[in-house]
T-cell receptor
Framework: NAGVTQTPKFRILKIGQSMTLQCTQD?????MYWYRQDPGMGLKLIYYSVGAGITDKGEVPNGYNVSRSTTEDFPLRLELAAPSQTSVYFCASIIGAWGQGAPGGYTFGSGTRLTVV | AQSVTQLGSHVSVSEGALVLLRCNYSSSVPPYLFWYVQYPNQGLQLLLK??????LVKGINGFEAEFKKSETSFHLTKPSAHMSDAAEYFCAVSVIKNTGNQFYFGTGTSLTVIP
């Protein structure tokens, strides 16, 4: 079982470039999330999805877009990269809400370290 | 509104000493509480969780945490620190919303273990 797989692991972008951070999970989890982690700031939720075709904004969505065409994939798109988007990005998934028998806790990917210069 | 406060962004302990990482939360509904650990260049791994039942929960690697509702706390402890415990630790609270689980993370505590 691979769990949550993120690619790439590292990337350097120039200001104004665009890129897609890939996230795939093979656990048939309904809920998927994108977080960014900045030093001393903890994790901030960017976007999340409760199932294929359903996405919603988190705490810091500006400058990002997502799509969820399948249960497995939840890519994060940066359209016009800015230095403020330099961060470590984590994708996470969970099977569902507690009432659906969720085992509890996220499964995290290993992260994508993005630098915008 | 939900929030998580971790007291102390950096904690240093000697090898073999008690580890105590503090976490306080605010929640308008009964919370589900978690501790995660993050080793360098890795994602977060679940250490332990409190959902319902016994307020003292045991996790992996000898860690445990106690949910104290009256103090709105969920402090993480380990009786004897090991060098391999050096990592970043995150406390999190989860609440259920109409659109599913919503997790809120603290800002993290970096644990250093001194030989």
């Amino acid at each position: 079982n691979a769990g949550v797989t993120q690619t790439p692991k590292f990337r350097i972008l120039k200001i104004g470039q665009s890129m897609t951070l890939q996230c795939t999970q093979d656990m048939n989890h309904n809920y998927m999330y994108w977080y960014r982690q900045d030093p001393g700031m903890g994790l901030k939720l960017i976007y999340y999805s409760v199932g294929a075709g359903i996405t919603d904004k988190g705490e810091v969505p500006n400058g990002y877009n997502v799509s969820r065409s399948t249960t497995e994939d939840f890519p994060l798109r940066l359209e016009l990269a800015a230095p403020s988007q330099t961060s470590v990005y984590f994708c996470a998934s969970i099977i569902g809400a507690w009432g659906q028998g969720a085992p509890g806790g996220y499964t995290f990917g290993s992260g994508t370290r993005l630098t915008v210069v | 509104a939900q929030s998580v406060t971790q007291l102390g962004s950096h904690v240093s302990v000697s090898e073999g000493a008690l580890v105590l990482l503090r976490c306080n939360y605010s929640s308008s509904v009964p919370p589900y509480l978690f501790w995660y650990v993050q080793y360098p260049n890795q994602g977060l791994q679940l250490l332990l969780k409190y959902t319902t039942g016994a307020t003292l929960v045991k996790g992996i690697n000898g860690f445990e945490a106690e949910f104290k509702k009256s103090e709105t706390s969920f402090h993480l402890t380990k009786p004897s620190a090991h060098m391999s415990d050096a990592a970043e630790y995150f406390c999190a609270v989860s609440v259920i919303k109409n659109t599913g689980n919503q997790f809120y993370f603290g800002t993290g505590t970096s644990l250093t273990v001194i030989p």
